[in-house]
């Protein structure tokens, strides 16, 4: 069976996740591609601060011994910052080498380079992992740019700025401390300048920009703002009137170019944006032909970053995966417990004890914990009782006919 | 210039958003493909009803003419019905012609059939359009499976349903008032069966089953309910407790195979689907490694669907759609007038004329309409005045010091 060479750059929470996820992913490459994929060799600075798990493969400070491996396919960039990112990358393409990117400041500074320096070489660019993080924005905007003219792009792209102003929101605390509590899980960094005053946002705006109008505002002209000048009194005046600050990076088309903005706005309940909350992306996008399409994802974090690096992968090697076919991944192995309502003549039912009662919203319906399989047997043997899921998160405050007087918060599948 | 011949069966909504998006992108076709792009006749039942723009397209009642053509790359299916689609697909596809189907009652049942068939005979099928209409909920997933397992796929596929919960609980109307205005507005068919039976959401169930599992449930063992149960009272009640109900279908994969259902849920504000409303449809993918990915847009219409099914059209020749460079279609030629909230000290604030205020929000809160060149200038003028734009429908109702009592609906952009 043949091989597919990877050189892996970085092995920072990004890189750690697509080395693991080659690993673990090895059966789906070969139904996939039909072939092996192998991680040949890992790029670090400091080479006394990382270990490798397989002993087999390189773990080296210099490029160099990347780019002279005797066997090189594909290499995926996972460190950050202009350079030496593009100067690696760029020999790389030159070696004849497929290059895949989630370095988004490199890609909007070079992207428009790379991508013509790998046409007249004739490999491939892979950089989905560059916006949006698992959301699989650039290949969507690449279909229904086909058909569509693309009229606006509005995103949600940084979701820790979008993580410190939900919780701003919700817990009533200031910027600072929101901040604080995006650094203690990890959402931010130490120095957290980039996510709170737009450059992320800005960089991945530019990505996008690149792929819908084929080029770049001019970066002067861009009105790029962070949140940190947001405040908890501006927060909440404005909630009452339901509105909701968000981040929101703008691209548009005008008769003057393209028009781009990185800033807070405020956000009304009727647009799609409204609900993407937490560290959770977003963008709407409004076509001329098929009209709002939005799409909404985690834009970051280890697992979905490296999703969106390996897919890049596979689509370089074929343009159709086959569906889930195999029968090792069955979603559990034990039904689980689902929440749902039982609504009609609920009061003298008997409730069988595979099935627990969770509170009585009213008279005539019951809110219930229990698997699928005893729901089915329950419904089977009465008569006027409808069964309704639940799903989402729920937390049952209890009437006055309450059984349990206290709130119970569940969890619906 | 080489052109792709092309055969459309049926000319109802469906069909002719295609002849018209056919017709309107000839220039893009040539951009991207390199090629042209000519309907060269349309299938109809009955000849008297019909009538084509152009006097060089044949308009036929008999599929003999369209297979017998003598030049047919590609047979695109705008028409209803398990046959004869499938017999008319499977003739195209045996002559060596590419399908594209937009028809999912006839792909539910033999979709499978007609894609050995098409492998068989090196020719490929698109079938984007068969599932919630623009969005591209085929190609994400396959994108996502190249690397994902999907645990679980929870979606709201009928749009017509969705209308009518949604106008139910807004307006308070009974279950046949909410139809009548689906039927009065084109959502609903005459016969609303298929759509509030949940037929058409089992259809494209089915579909994504076969996309992500690569095989389909046994269709006896489905759980298949419709809206047409659900009073106004029901959807009273759960909206006190938050709870909405929507027409969801789930697909998950058990130890006990696929396990499917169609239904109407209640779905509490923290899930993905709550806030999907009126004819909107949406998908909500839990995928292994990338975590949860939602898709909304537009299920259903003449566009929409015609903006799938040219995709997959394009698709065939091409993977990579490049971006949109032309300068002929800046999406506005004068500057729209757009919602913005001006904070600080707006008491003294010298407002010029090409700003309107549509509110004061508090002492320090405005709510004005201008074009963001206006705002721009004003900006530059004064400081300490933070300028928010607000995106998504507002209605200020007024406060206490409002300049003007009645209440505005503005829409921002």
Redesign the interface.
């Known amino acids: 069976m043949s091989t597919i060479h990877i050189a892996l750059l970085g092995y920072g929470t990004v890189g750690k996740g697509v080395y693991q ?1 080659i690993k673990t ?1 090895q059966k ?1 490459f070969k139904a ?1 591609l039909g072939k092996e994929v192998k991680i040949e060799a890992v790029l670090v600075k400091n080479l006394e601060k990382h270990q490798l798990p397989d002993p087999d493969v390189i773990l080296t400070n210099k490029f160099e011994d990347i780019i002279s491996l005797p066997k090189l396919d594909v290499v995926i960039d996972a460190i950050v910052g202009k350079q030496p990112g593009f100067s690696y990358l760029s020999q790389a393409i030159k070696r004849g080498c497929h290059i895949i990117t989630a370095n988004k400041q490199m890609f909007a500074h070079y992207g428009r380079e790379l991508l013509s320096l790998a046409e007249k070489h004739g490999v491939s660019v892979g950089f989905e992992a560059t916006v949006a993080g ?3 924005v650039i ?2 905007l ?11 792009v ?1 995103g949600i792209l940084n979701g820790t700025s979008n993580f410190i102003l939900t919780k701003m929101r919700e817990e009533g605390c200031s910027f600072s401390d929101a901040l604080s509590l995006a650094q203690e899980k990890g959402y931010a960094e130490a120095d957290p300048t980039n996510d709170v005053e737009g450059f992320d946002a800005f960089y991945k705006a530019m990505i996008l920009s ?6 770049q505002p001019d970066w002067e002209k861009v009105r790029k703002q962070g949140i940190s ?1 947001i405040t908890l009194e ?1 927060i909440e ?2 909630s009452k ?3 909701r ?2 981040h ?1 990076a703008s691209l ?4 003057k170019g393209i ?1 781009c903005s990185v ?13 993407v909350e937490d560290v959770q992306n977003a963008v709407s996008i409004d ?12 834009g970051a ?1 280890m ?2 970053t ?3 690096i ?2 890049d992968l ?2 370089l090697e ?9 029968a090792d ?5 034990h ?1 689980p417990l689902l929440t749902w ?1 039982l ?1 009609g003549e609920v009061k003298n039912l008997e409730i069988p004890e595979s099935i627990e009662i969770i509170g009585k ?2 008279a ?2 019951l809110l219930v914990l229990a698997k ?1 399989e005893s729901i089915e047997n329950l419904s089977n043997k009465i008569k006027g009782i ?1 069964v ?7 937390t ?1 405050s209890g009437t006055e006919e309450s059984r349990f007087p206290s709130a119970h918060s569940i969890t ?2």
Chains 1, 2 share one sequence.
């Open positions: 996820t992913h789906r996939i698992g959301i699989p290949q969507t690449r279909k229904l740019l086909s058909v569509n003219h693309i009229k606006k509005h690149e792929v819908v109008y084929g080029k000048s501006q005046l404005f009137f339901g509105l600050f968000k929101v548009e088309k005008t008769t028009h800033k807070p706005v405020l956000v009304s309940s009727s647009h799609p944006l409204f609900h076509a001329d032909i098929v009209g709002n399409i939005s799409l909404q994802g985690p974090g697992f979905p490296a999703s969106a390996v897919e596979i689509q074929t343009e159709r995966a086959r569906p889930d076919e195999g991944h069955a979603s559990f192995a039904e309502v609504y919203i009213n005539k319906a699928e409808t309704y899921q639940l799903l989402g998160d729920f049952f619906g599948s």
